[in-house]
Protein backbone atom coordinates (compact mmCIF):
# COMPACT_ATOMS: atom_id res chain seq x y z
CA UNK A 1 0.00 0.00 0.00
CA UNK A 2 0.81 3.55 -0.76
CA UNK A 3 2.76 5.36 2.16
CA UNK A 4 2.91 2.42 4.30
CA UNK A 5 5.95 2.41 6.49
CA UNK A 6 8.27 -0.30 5.54
CA UNK A 7 9.64 -2.69 8.71
CA UNK A 8 13.10 -2.57 10.06
CA UNK A 9 14.66 -4.65 11.89
CA UNK A 10 13.83 -2.40 15.02
CA UNK A 11 10.52 -3.35 13.95
CA UNK A 12 10.85 -6.99 14.15
CA UNK A 13 12.85 -7.02 17.21
CA UNK A 14 10.21 -4.97 19.11
CA UNK A 15 7.28 -7.23 17.47
CA UNK A 16 9.55 -10.73 18.78
CA UNK A 17 10.23 -9.38 22.03
CA UNK A 18 14.11 -9.97 21.57
CA UNK A 19 17.02 -7.06 21.24
CA UNK A 20 17.90 -6.21 17.78
CA UNK A 21 21.36 -8.46 18.01
CA UNK A 22 19.27 -11.20 18.63
CA UNK A 23 17.15 -10.81 15.62
CA UNK A 24 20.31 -9.86 13.55
CA UNK A 25 22.26 -12.86 15.25
CA UNK A 26 18.63 -15.15 13.32
CA UNK A 27 19.10 -13.73 10.57
CA UNK A 28 22.69 -14.44 10.58
CA UNK A 29 21.73 -18.21 11.48
CA UNK A 30 24.30 -17.98 14.39
CA UNK A 31 24.57 -21.02 16.91
CA UNK A 32 24.50 -18.21 19.35
CA UNK A 33 20.40 -17.77 19.31
CA UNK A 34 18.57 -20.97 20.75
CA UNK A 35 16.89 -23.16 17.80
CA UNK A 36 13.28 -22.40 19.39
CA UNK A 37 14.07 -18.51 19.30
CA UNK A 38 15.44 -18.53 15.84
CA UNK A 39 12.58 -20.52 14.48
CA UNK A 40 10.11 -17.86 16.14
CA UNK A 41 12.09 -14.60 14.78
CA UNK A 42 12.29 -16.36 11.48
CA UNK A 43 8.35 -17.36 11.51
CA UNK A 44 7.26 -13.50 12.00
CA UNK A 45 9.31 -12.42 9.67
CA UNK A 46 7.74 -14.86 7.14
CA UNK A 47 4.23 -13.43 8.10
CA UNK A 48 5.19 -9.96 7.94
CA UNK A 49 6.86 -10.26 4.80
CA UNK A 50 10.57 -8.39 5.94
CA UNK A 51 12.41 -7.46 3.11
CA UNK A 52 15.67 -5.44 3.34
CA UNK A 53 15.40 -2.25 1.24
CA UNK A 54 16.88 -1.43 -1.89
CA UNK A 55 19.44 0.03 -1.41
CA UNK A 56 20.73 -2.74 0.83
CA UNK A 57 19.57 -5.11 -2.25
CA UNK A 58 21.81 -3.19 -4.47
CA UNK A 59 24.52 -3.39 -2.18
CA UNK A 60 24.56 -6.94 -2.00
CA UNK A 61 24.25 -7.73 -5.65
CA UNK A 62 27.60 -5.93 -6.44
CA UNK A 63 29.08 -8.05 -3.34
CA UNK A 64 29.10 -11.23 -1.76
CA UNK A 65 27.02 -9.95 0.94
CA UNK A 66 29.45 -11.03 3.89
CA UNK A 67 32.00 -9.11 6.07
CA UNK A 68 33.87 -10.92 8.13
CA UNK A 69 34.48 -10.06 11.95
CA UNK A 70 38.02 -11.31 13.68
CA UNK A 71 38.62 -11.84 17.33
CA UNK A 72 41.21 -13.07 19.37
CA UNK A 73 41.75 -16.89 19.82
CA UNK A 74 40.15 -17.35 23.45
CA UNK A 75 37.76 -19.47 25.18
CA UNK A 76 35.99 -16.44 26.60
CA UNK A 77 35.87 -14.35 23.77
CA UNK A 78 32.35 -14.82 23.30
CA UNK A 79 31.31 -13.99 27.08
CA UNK A 80 33.35 -11.10 27.56
CA UNK A 81 31.13 -7.63 27.27
CA UNK A 82 33.92 -5.91 25.16
CA UNK A 83 33.73 -8.53 22.55
CA UNK A 84 30.29 -9.88 22.79
CA UNK A 85 28.59 -5.65 22.79
CA UNK A 86 31.34 -5.04 19.69
CA UNK A 87 29.40 -7.57 17.52
CA UNK A 88 26.05 -7.11 18.60
CA UNK A 89 26.88 -3.59 17.20
CA UNK A 90 28.77 -4.75 14.26
CA UNK A 91 25.86 -7.62 13.74
CA UNK A 92 23.02 -4.33 14.04
CA UNK A 93 24.55 -2.24 11.22
CA UNK A 94 25.04 -5.35 8.83
CA UNK A 95 21.78 -6.04 9.01
CA UNK A 96 20.54 -2.54 8.06
CA UNK A 97 21.71 -3.22 4.54
CA UNK A 98 21.50 -7.41 4.51
CA UNK A 99 24.97 -8.05 4.82
CA UNK A 100 25.65 -11.13 6.75
CA UNK A 101 28.80 -11.79 9.59
CA UNK A 102 31.20 -14.61 9.38
CA UNK A 103 33.64 -14.90 12.16
CA UNK A 104 36.96 -15.77 11.80
CA UNK A 105 39.76 -16.42 14.78
CA UNK A 106 43.12 -14.56 14.34
CA UNK A 107 44.88 -18.13 15.40
CA UNK A 108 48.53 -18.06 14.92
CA UNK A 109 47.99 -20.24 11.52
CA UNK A 110 45.76 -17.53 10.61
CA UNK A 111 47.71 -14.25 11.27
CA UNK A 112 50.70 -15.68 9.74
CA UNK A 113 49.33 -17.55 6.76
CA UNK A 114 47.68 -16.47 3.55
CA UNK A 115 44.05 -17.12 4.57
CA UNK A 116 43.19 -13.19 4.91
CA UNK A 117 44.38 -12.45 1.61
CA UNK A 118 42.35 -15.66 0.21
CA UNK A 119 38.81 -14.45 1.94
CA UNK A 120 39.55 -11.60 -0.83
CA UNK A 121 40.24 -13.56 -2.84
CA UNK A 122 37.40 -16.22 -3.12
CA UNK A 123 34.97 -13.75 -2.80
CA UNK A 124 33.71 -15.03 0.86
CA UNK A 125 34.06 -11.55 2.32
CA UNK A 126 33.83 -8.04 1.11
CA UNK A 127 35.74 -6.74 3.84
CA UNK A 128 37.43 -7.29 7.06
CA UNK A 129 36.63 -5.62 10.70
CA UNK A 130 39.33 -6.70 13.12
CA UNK A 131 38.30 -6.87 17.42
CA UNK A 132 40.69 -6.86 19.92
CA UNK A 133 43.42 -7.09 17.37
CA UNK A 134 47.26 -6.73 18.97
CA UNK A 135 49.89 -3.62 17.59
CA UNK A 136 51.86 -6.99 16.53
CA UNK A 137 48.74 -8.09 13.91
CA UNK A 138 50.54 -6.64 11.06
CA UNK A 139 48.76 -9.12 8.45
CA UNK A 140 45.55 -6.13 8.83
CA UNK A 141 48.32 -3.25 7.76
CA UNK A 142 49.26 -5.96 4.91
CA UNK A 143 45.51 -6.21 3.84
CA UNK A 144 45.10 -2.12 3.71
CA UNK A 145 48.02 -1.86 2.13
CA UNK A 146 47.31 -4.22 -0.56
CA UNK A 147 43.80 -1.88 -1.10
CA UNK A 148 41.43 -4.25 0.68
CA UNK A 149 39.02 -2.85 3.30
CA UNK A 150 39.93 -3.40 6.75
CA UNK A 151 38.86 -1.32 9.78
CA UNK A 152 39.93 -1.91 13.28
CA UNK A 153 37.71 -1.66 16.30
CA UNK A 154 39.66 -0.10 19.13
CA UNK A 155 42.87 -0.76 17.79
CA UNK A 156 45.44 0.97 16.04
CA UNK A 157 47.84 0.24 13.77
CA UNK A 158 49.55 2.51 11.23
CA UNK A 159 47.53 3.78 8.39
CA UNK A 160 44.99 1.49 8.51
CA UNK A 161 40.95 2.98 9.46
CA UNK A 162 39.81 2.64 12.78
CA UNK A 163 37.19 3.40 15.35
CA UNK A 164 38.82 4.21 19.07
CA UNK A 165 37.92 5.06 21.88
CA UNK A 166 39.24 8.61 23.47
CA UNK A 167 41.22 6.42 26.46
CA UNK A 168 44.03 8.55 26.75
CA UNK A 169 42.02 11.56 27.77
CA UNK A 170 39.12 9.77 29.60
CA UNK A 171 41.67 8.14 31.98
CA UNK A 172 42.88 12.08 32.52
CA UNK A 173 39.64 12.68 33.66
CA UNK A 174 40.37 9.57 36.02
CA UNK A 175 43.05 10.65 37.70
CA UNK A 176 41.74 14.56 38.03
CA UNK A 177 38.80 12.62 39.58
CA UNK A 178 41.26 10.97 42.27
CA UNK A 179 43.24 13.95 42.48
CA UNK A 180 40.26 16.48 43.07
CA UNK A 181 38.73 13.75 46.12
CA UNK A 182 42.08 14.29 47.65
CA UNK A 183 44.21 11.14 46.99
CA UNK A 184 48.04 11.51 46.20
CA UNK A 185 49.49 8.24 45.96
CA UNK A 186 46.96 6.53 43.79
CA UNK A 187 48.09 3.13 42.84
CA UNK A 188 47.76 1.46 39.34
CA UNK A 189 47.77 -1.96 37.56
CA UNK A 190 48.74 -1.51 33.94
CA UNK A 191 47.00 -2.95 31.04
CA UNK A 192 49.30 -5.27 28.28
CA UNK A 193 51.60 -2.81 25.93
CA UNK A 194 50.58 -5.10 23.23
CA UNK A 195 47.37 -3.90 22.86
CA UNK A 196 46.10 0.03 21.62
CA UNK A 197 44.13 0.08 25.11
CA UNK A 198 46.48 -0.57 27.65
CA UNK A 199 49.03 2.04 25.88
CA UNK A 200 46.53 4.69 25.59
CA UNK A 201 45.26 4.46 29.07
CA UNK A 202 49.05 4.09 30.08
CA UNK A 203 49.71 7.07 28.47
CA UNK A 204 46.54 8.90 29.94
CA UNK A 205 47.56 7.78 33.52
CA UNK A 206 51.13 9.23 33.33
CA UNK A 207 49.57 12.33 31.18
CA UNK A 208 46.67 12.73 34.61
CA UNK A 209 49.70 13.01 37.39
CA UNK A 210 51.95 15.13 35.44
CA UNK A 211 48.84 17.43 35.08
CA UNK A 212 48.23 17.25 39.12
CA UNK A 213 52.14 17.84 39.74
CA UNK A 214 52.25 13.91 40.75
CA UNK A 215 55.46 11.97 40.36
CA UNK A 216 55.04 8.15 38.53
CA UNK A 217 55.51 5.87 41.12
CA UNK A 218 56.98 2.39 40.20
CA UNK A 219 56.19 1.06 43.90
CA UNK A 220 52.43 1.58 43.50
CA UNK A 221 52.27 -0.02 39.63
CA UNK A 222 51.95 -3.72 38.96
CA UNK A 223 51.07 -5.28 35.25
CA UNK A 224 48.08 -7.21 34.34
CA UNK A 225 46.63 -8.41 31.27
CA UNK A 226 42.71 -7.38 31.66
CA UNK A 227 41.79 -10.94 33.19
CA UNK A 228 40.45 -10.20 36.60
CA UNK A 229 43.28 -13.07 38.10
CA UNK A 230 46.07 -10.71 37.26
CA UNK A 231 44.25 -7.73 38.80
CA UNK A 232 44.35 -9.81 42.44
CA UNK A 233 47.88 -10.73 41.54
CA UNK A 234 48.83 -7.56 40.90
CA UNK A 235 46.80 -5.61 43.50
CA UNK A 236 49.19 -8.23 45.88
CA UNK A 237 52.36 -6.96 44.49
CA UNK A 238 51.49 -3.43 45.27
CA UNK A 239 50.30 -4.29 49.00
CA UNK A 240 53.63 -6.06 49.11
CA UNK A 241 56.18 -2.98 48.83
CA UNK A 242 54.22 -0.96 51.32
CA UNK A 243 51.22 0.64 52.74
CA UNK A 244 48.26 0.79 50.57
CA UNK A 245 47.42 3.81 48.02
CA UNK A 246 44.90 5.92 49.14
CA UNK A 247 43.34 5.08 45.48
CA UNK A 248 43.81 2.74 42.67
CA UNK A 249 43.39 3.31 39.00
CA UNK A 250 42.89 -0.25 37.12
CA UNK A 251 43.07 -0.07 33.51
CA UNK A 252 39.98 -2.12 33.00
CA UNK A 253 36.63 -3.46 35.20
CA UNK A 254 38.11 -7.40 35.23
CA UNK A 255 41.60 -5.92 36.78
CA UNK A 256 39.68 -3.82 39.17
CA UNK A 257 37.26 -6.81 40.24
CA UNK A 258 40.00 -8.99 41.26
CA UNK A 259 41.99 -5.92 43.07
CA UNK A 260 38.99 -5.77 45.19
CA UNK A 261 38.87 -9.27 46.29
CA UNK A 262 42.66 -8.71 47.21
CA UNK A 263 41.80 -5.38 49.24
CA UNK A 264 39.29 -7.13 50.80
CA UNK A 265 41.35 -9.98 51.89
CA UNK A 266 43.78 -7.22 53.15
CA UNK A 267 40.79 -5.87 55.21
CA UNK A 268 40.53 -2.98 53.55
CA UNK A 269 37.23 -1.34 52.08
CA UNK A 270 36.52 -0.38 49.09
CA UNK A 271 35.03 3.16 49.04
CA UNK A 272 36.18 4.06 51.97
CA UNK A 273 39.90 3.16 52.78
CA UNK A 274 40.89 2.89 49.39
CA UNK A 275 39.47 4.79 46.34
CA UNK A 276 39.26 2.20 43.27
CA UNK A 277 38.40 3.21 39.75
CA UNK A 278 38.07 0.20 36.66
CA UNK A 279 38.05 1.09 32.76
CA UNK A 280 35.03 0.05 30.21
CA UNK A 281 32.11 -0.18 31.81
CA UNK A 282 31.28 -3.96 31.70
CA UNK A 283 28.01 -5.00 32.75
CA UNK A 284 29.46 -7.02 35.83
CA UNK A 285 30.95 -3.06 37.32
CA UNK A 286 26.95 -1.80 38.22
CA UNK A 287 26.50 -5.15 40.59
CA UNK A 288 29.70 -5.54 41.98
CA UNK A 289 29.64 -4.76 45.99
CA UNK A 290 30.29 -1.38 46.31
CA UNK A 291 29.25 -0.61 42.39
CA UNK A 292 32.56 0.56 40.35
CA UNK A 293 33.63 3.77 39.36
CA UNK A 294 34.68 2.97 35.79
CA UNK A 295 35.92 4.58 32.44
CA UNK A 296 33.07 3.86 30.33
CA UNK A 297 33.69 3.21 26.39
CA UNK A 298 30.77 1.83 24.37
CA UNK A 299 32.12 -1.00 22.19
CA UNK A 300 28.14 -1.15 20.99
CA UNK A 301 29.10 1.76 19.03
CA UNK A 302 32.75 1.06 18.05
CA UNK A 303 31.41 -2.33 16.79
CA UNK A 304 28.42 -0.22 14.74
CA UNK A 305 30.67 2.76 13.70
CA UNK A 306 33.33 0.35 12.41
CA UNK A 307 30.72 -1.56 10.29
CA UNK A 308 29.29 1.65 8.75
CA UNK A 309 32.27 2.76 7.74
CA UNK A 310 33.50 -0.54 6.56
CA UNK A 311 30.17 -0.78 3.79
CA UNK A 312 30.32 2.52 3.05
CA UNK A 313 34.04 1.57 1.82
CA UNK A 314 32.67 -1.41 0.08
CA UNK A 315 29.98 0.25 -1.39
CA UNK A 316 32.25 3.70 -2.43
CA UNK A 317 35.58 2.18 -2.97
CA UNK A 318 37.22 4.35 -1.77
CA UNK A 319 38.75 4.24 2.13
CA UNK A 320 36.85 5.79 5.36
CA UNK A 321 39.31 8.65 7.76
CA UNK A 322 42.12 7.29 9.06
CA UNK A 323 40.81 7.80 12.38
CA UNK A 324 37.26 8.09 14.13
CA UNK A 325 37.19 8.60 18.06
CA UNK A 326 34.43 8.24 19.82
CA UNK A 327 33.93 9.48 23.31
CA UNK A 328 34.55 7.86 26.62
CA UNK A 329 32.68 8.57 29.41
CA UNK A 330 33.85 8.59 33.82
CA UNK A 331 31.09 6.40 35.78
CA UNK A 332 31.03 8.01 39.31
CA UNK A 333 29.60 5.04 41.86
CA UNK A 334 30.50 4.10 45.22
CA UNK A 335 33.73 2.50 44.61
CA UNK A 336 35.86 5.35 44.45
CA UNK A 337 34.22 7.14 48.12
CA UNK A 338 32.13 9.82 45.94
CA UNK A 339 28.86 10.72 45.99
CA UNK A 340 26.68 7.68 45.42
CA UNK A 341 24.07 7.92 43.16
CA UNK A 342 25.60 7.18 39.62
CA UNK A 343 26.53 10.16 36.96
CA UNK A 344 28.79 10.53 33.94
CA UNK A 345 31.23 12.42 33.38
CA UNK A 346 32.97 13.65 30.22
CA UNK A 347 36.27 12.57 29.27
CA UNK A 348 38.48 15.86 29.80
Known amino acids: MAGEKKLTIRDIARMAGVSRSTVSLALNNSPLVN ?18 NAMARGLVSKHCGVISVVVPPVSHVFSDSYFSESLSGILDAASEVDY ?79 VSLGHRAI ?61 VFAANDMMAIGAARRLK ?40 QAARLLLEWVGNKRPPARRTVLHTELVIRASCGAARGARAVPGL
Open 35 to 52: AQTKARILRLIEEVSYRP
Open 100 to 178: RVAIETANEEFASGRRPERLFEERRTDGLLAVGALISDRYLERLFQAGRPVVLVNSELGETPATIADNEEGTVAVVHHL
Open 187 to 247: GYIKGPDITTTGLQRDKGFRNGLRLAGLPYREDLMACGDFSEKSGYEAMAQILERGPAPSA
Open 265 to 304: EAGLVVGRDVALVGGDDAPLARYVEPPLTTLRQSMYDLGA
